[in-house]
């Protein structure tokens, strides 16, 4: 999937700003036709979660409805006009004129249409409903009504249109997708390059990268839909955490002397693999720090909100972490663009968090995990950022769940067989995806939910589980979630269950038992932020409170701790 570009052959529009909106408690607007235009409208902005923007109906997760008037530049009318959402969550529905264009499900994704027939050149009418309402069959669950909103999982279900949306043209005849794969031999790196186009005849793909003042070129005549082209680069330049070196790879397609399609990309030469108990980055161990974050902001919600990727970045570089995990959902695209840009290292989680594997919804869920790793892997496979695909987080394991990721693993290798996969877990040695997952990742709380208060207990515990984990899978660990709520300026001595010195003390000593395990590759502190969630006896104010940095993004005490661990080099 290529995200929208400008060049002379392709344009995009960003529809971002205020819209019209609207909530529909009744469920009545589909019968009272808003689908041909809301009356009584609000404004509200676009993208953002609908949430936090009004001084009511926080906790209302739909359906509401959302229009916008637009017109598109005349010299569009030649060419294939899409409308692309970056993510809605959670169903939406979308009419362009008072015409159906298309369904959609899943809240973190993207998806886009063809709307060439139906756009006019001037007075476009954009009508989107949008339902975030929790249900059992969804991806991620409803949970049980402890939570208010009953939600599965540990994070406000914020609703509404998330990430831009964005207009955009491309030439009839032209290019549709590129894949980039890499290799590494000695010093040279290699491109494997599938470059999928439709509806050309006589008429050929120019590759040429460029970086590091040099340039390698290749060309090809197409002959089917699909062609497969190679580059060499001698003495590459890799990709990696210290130095993310990015090539510009441009794909022109050339027909009577003429560029009529092009498209460029940022291409990182690395291999990642698992090798014994090793992650290895270009052949050499790696071991991650970092965090599990959110996309979570006031007022904005799950919004996109380019000043605190930026923020969170620089947050990142500052407290010297290399990695982090999109729990639980994949983030924005502009995320993943920076992680290559900067440097940082992904374990891309698609949204089953919660999983029950209830009989009536398991085949349900199953297909809706299939399309999210399959949407996710279309938009996220370039990215040499991305080291890992997270198939679940904390999934409530049984017996059907075995045969339930067997399924999704397979399914994942076949669309990419160059990164490894995890599950991310809480139950221990029983969790049977690990059997073939390729890395164990374990979230792990003895000190906290367990062991209230004791930390030197909850170490022990923890280091035997990791031993007898290892010695049952043989495979590197991950501890992909460890931490304490952690109300700031709140202190003790000794250190007491939420205070700064608690957090503190816990994350020493957790980390201390990571170093001590030649298997553990891997570290990621829960959570980066403080971060909005559901009401419920254990969430204070709706929220949780385990950031290493407050939600407006303060460090706590655990972050300067963490700021000299992890910049120590050893
Ligand atoms: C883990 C979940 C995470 C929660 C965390 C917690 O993976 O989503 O927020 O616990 O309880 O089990 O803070």
């Known amino acids: 999937m290529l995200y929208p570009q400008r060049n002379k052959n392709r344009h995009f529009i960003d529809l971002s700003g205020f819209w019209e909106f609207r909530f529909d408690p009744d469920d009545k607007g589909v019968g009272e036709n808003w689908t041909k235009g809301l009356n009584n409208g609000c404004p509200i902005a676009v993208p953002a979660s609908w949430n936090d923007q009004f001084a009511d109906d926080r906790d209302f997760l739909g359906p509401a409805w959302y229009q916008l008037k637009f017109t598109i530049p005349w010299e569009w009318d030649s060419k294939k006009i899409i409308i692309r959402f970056g993510s809605v969550n959670y169903l939406s529905d979308v009419w362009l004129n008072g015409e159906v264009v ?193 996309e979570d902001f006031p007022i904005t919600g799950r919004g996109y909100v380019p000043a605190i990727i930026i923020k969170d970045y620089s947050l990142m570089k500052w407290i010297g972490a290399n990695s982090f995990r999109t729990s639980h959902y994949p983030y924005s695209e502009q995320m993943m663009d920076l992680a290559d840009r900067l440097g940082f290292l992904v374990i891309n989680e698609i949204p089953a968090v919660g999983l029950t594997f209830k009989k009536d919804v398991i085949d349900r869920q199953l297909e809706l995990c299939d399309q999210f790793i399959e949407e996710l892997i279309k938009r996220d496979k370039n990215h040499p950022s991305v080291i890992m695909w997270s198939l679940a987080n904390e999934p409530h394991s049984s017996l059907k769940s075995g045969e339930f990721f067997r399924k999704l693993y397979d399914k994942t290798k076949v669309l990419d067989n160059t990164r490894p996969i995890t599950v991310v877990n809480m139950m221990g040695v029983k969790e049977k995806a690990f059997e073939f997952c390729d890395v164990l990742c374990i979230n792990r709380y003895y000190g906290w939910y367990m062991q209230p208060g004791n930390i030197e207990e909850a170490c022990e515990i923890l280091s035997k589980e990791m031993d007898k984990l290892y010695e049952k899978h043989r495979k590197p660990i991950i501890l992909s979630e460890f931490g304490t709520d952690t109300i700031p300026g709140w202190h003790s001595q000794p250190p007491e269950m939420f205070s700064e010195e608690y957090q503190t003390e816990f994350i020493k000593k957790y980390i201390k038992v990571c170093r001590s395990k030649p298997y553990v590759v891997g570290e990621h502190v829960w959570n980066m932020c403080d971060f909005k969630t559901s009401q419920g006896i254990t969430r204070m104010g709706s929220m949780n409170y385990k950031g290493v940095f407050t939600r407006d993004r303060r460090p706590k005490m655990a972050a300067h701790l963490l700021r000299k661990l992890w910049n120590e080099k050893d």
């Open 102 to 294: 298309g369904h959609h499900e899943g809240g973190h994704l993207p998806f886009e249409y063809e709307i060439s027939d139906k756009i006019e050149s001037e007075d476009n009418l954009l009508v989107v409903r949008v339902d975030g309402r929790l249900s059992d069959d969804h991806v991620p669950p409803r949970g049980r009504p402890m939570n208010n909103p009953q939600t599965n999982f540990d994070f406000y279900p914020f609703c509404g249109i998330h990430r831009p949306v964005l207009l955009y043209a491309i030439p009839k005849e032209g290019l549709r997708d590129i894949t980039v794969r890499t290799s590494i031999k000695d010093t040279t790196g290699i491109l494997d390059v599938k470059i999928e186009t439709i509806g050309l005849n006589d008429a050929y793909v120019n590759l040429a990268l460029k970086g590091f003042s040099s340039e390698i070129t290749n060309t090809s005549i197409i002959q089917q839909n699909i062609q497969k082209m190679t580059l060499e680069v001698k003495q590459a330049k890799f990709w990696n955490t210290e130095t993310p070196n990015l090539y510009d790879l441009t794909v022109d397609i050339v027909k009577k002397d003429a560029i009529i399609d092009s498209y460029s990309l940022k291409v990182g030469i690395r291999t990642i693999e698992v090798k014994g108990d090793k992650l290895l980055l270009n052949r050499k161990p790696v071991y991650l720090t970092g965090f599990g974050r959110h």
